[in-house]
């Protein structure tokens, strides 16, 4: 196996999605053509690797990811020759491109489909999951509850029912069969050849579990991982897989690979949820908790942490009173919730926009072990707009300028609507405005992006816990190659000050965001004076914190 140069381990990705980030043509929809005017946009904010949420055709009933042909770029958003211009734009500034490998399911007009419900004896009929009578556990396993009824549906042109763990028009790929293994094989060498560093593995989980009529507990096929893990690293030595996998610690190290030899990456729901509770409650102990069990790691993989996505706040793992704290915190009403178990509203409304928490929060995340991920639209604080059905509502365009449509669009009706009214309308939050602003919210989050990069250890070393003797305050401090460096993290509402002792050995602390160093008392502590929603970024020596070129 080629080993690659692990550059996601010190990387910021950024997601997107192209039908709602910059119209090009003037037709209301975002498309390659705009994306490739905003890369310079993209690359001064400090970002290694786009990804793009799906792009392929399709019918747009579940905002792409219905996809309906694998190898094309749907005409509304331009044609394959112009993401070729993407991944080369991307390619001149230092960027990689991540994109979406939806390979669980496919719409119900893919031609794979349409030849498997029509023809009994269509090599394609074995692609997907049938079965002749309508199974006991029809009404068990749904992905959205109160909203789908059933994970299996007749077709009446086949005469049989077909399974699928999400909507009935997104039927369930037999992923246990070796054809349609070869096939997802085929895709991911397709994209590749094109340009792209790897793929968000959607629903990976669902894609490596047997289905069928019979299965009453499905059985995880990892090994399937580590074949798509092989092939990807024989096409392309550094590229790489972030998987979508919702999953219990316990199984971490079966989906990383024991020797590193499955995911590369994969998103920690584990920490995001426990993380949402410690902004709701200030206790960080459940978060620490959540650190500690989700530690272990093949030295190659790599944790993605994140805020909010662009689904809905995911709090199906914590206890119920718990979750009910976040609900009564950040989502009270019943038009702020989703499927029983989440949160359908970007972070600054969730925060009442105040500044300082959106701040402790995005300065948690780039913290935490891993690599950051953010979504479009984080950088200047964008709202929601909860009129718009499920996960539309956190899914609006990107907000540009105050001019028309929010500088997105020259189109007097956009694909989705523009937030035009309210403190988080397009008038108020724009990225020209911050631009000229030097304390606005998107130079912050650029500032903060640099000094990330300039800690590596955060992205490559080990991570301890250090005492701080109040449950609202978090202090980690993390070691790579002889560099330390100390980060603490006030979630309480009210100041406090606390004796940071372990891991500080008696050494100065050089703040990397401000003036305000810390020097050890007698014993060697460290006393520390922390504002409401505050936060401190440390360098543990007596390095200035102006350039990496200082470490050790």
């Not at 002749?132 to 042109?157: H, L």
């Not at 690979?257 to 995911?263: I, S």
Request: with cysteine.
């Amino acid at each position: 196996m080629v080993i690659n140069d692990l550059w996601y381990k010190n990387a910021v990705i950024y997601c997107l999605s192209v039908e709602t980030f910059q119209d090009g043509n003037g037709d209301g929809i975002g498309d390659f053509r705009g994306l490739i005017r905003r890369l310079d946009y993209l690359h001064g904010l400090g970002v290694d690797a786009i990804w793009l949420m799906p792009f392929q055709p399709s019918p747009q009933r579940d905002d792409g990811y219905d996809i309906s042909d694998h190898y094309g770029v749907d005409p509304r958003f331009g044609t394959l020759g112009d993401f070729v211009e993407f991944t080369h734009g991307c390619r001149q500034r230092g960027m990689r491109v991540l994109i979406d490998l939806v390979v669980n399911h496919t719409s119900d007009q893919h031609p794979w489909f349409q030849e498997a419900r029509r023809d009994p004896d269509s090599p394609y009929r074995d692609w997907y999951v049938w079965s002749r009578r309508r199974p006991k556990n029809a009404k068990q396993g749904m992905v959205f509850p109160g909203v789908q009824k059933t994970t299996w549906t007749r077709d009446a042109i086949a005469g049989e029912y077909y399974f699928h763990r999400f909507y009935e028009f997104q039927p369930d790929l037999d992923t246990s069969n070796p054809a349609v293994q070869a096939e997802i094989l085929k895709i991911m060498g397709f994209w590749l050849q094109l340009g792209v560093s790897g793929f968000r593995m959607d629903a990976v989980p669902f894609v490596i579990a047997t289905k069928g009529p019979d299965v009453r507990k499905p059985t995880e096929q990892y090994d399937m991982l580590r074949t798509f893990r092989e092939f990807l690293q024989w096409r392309e030595g550094d590229a790489i897989i972030l998987a979508e996998a919702n999953v219990l610690p316990r199984t971490d190290m079966a989906y990383f690979g024991n020797d590193g030899d499955r995911m590369h990456m994969m998103f920690n729901f584990q920490v995001n949820q426990a993380l949402f509770y410690a902004l709701a409650a200030a206790d960080t102990a459940p978060l620490a908790k959540a650190l500690a069990t989700t530690r272990p790691r093949p030295a190659t993989a790599q944790w993605a942490t994140f805020l909010r996505n662009h689904d809905e706040l995911d709090l199906g793992r914590l206890s119920e009173a718990r979750r009910q704290a976040v609900f009564d915190a950040f989502g009270p009403e019943r038009s702020m919730q989703l499927y029983g178990r989440g949160i359908r509203r970007r972070l600054a409304p969730m925060l009442q926009g105040d500044r300082r928490r959106l701040e402790l929060a995005y300065s948690l995340m780039f913290t935490l072990p891993g690599t950051p991920v953010l979504r479009y639209g984080d950088e200047i604080a964008m709202g929601d707009d909860l009129s718009l059905p499920e996960r539309q509502c956190a899914r609006t365009p990107m907000q540009w300028s105050d001019a028309p449509q929010g500088g997105f669009s020259r189109a007097a009706r956009t694909v989705s609507p523009v937030i035009a009214e309210g403190p988080y309308g397009y008038a108020h939050v724009n990225v020209a405005e911050q631009r000229r602003d030097p304390n606005s919210m998107l130079n912050w989050m650029e500032r903060i992006i640099r000094m990330r990069k300039e800690v590596p250890e955060i992205g490559w070393g080990d991570f301890s816990l250090l005492p701080t003797g109040t449950p609202a305050v978090l202090a980690m401090r993390y070691e790579w190659r002889g560099a330390a460096s100390v980060f603490v993290h006030n979630l309480g509402a009210a100041p406090c000050e606390i004796l940071l002792d372990g891991g500080t050995e008696g050494v100065p602390l050089v703040n990397l965001l401000s003036g305000d160093h810390s020097r050890p008392e007698k014993g060697g502590k460290h006393r520390i004076l922390m504002e409401p929603y505050g936060y401190r970024w440390f360098r543990a020596g007596g390095l200035d914190g102006l350039s990496g070129a200082e470490r050790p």
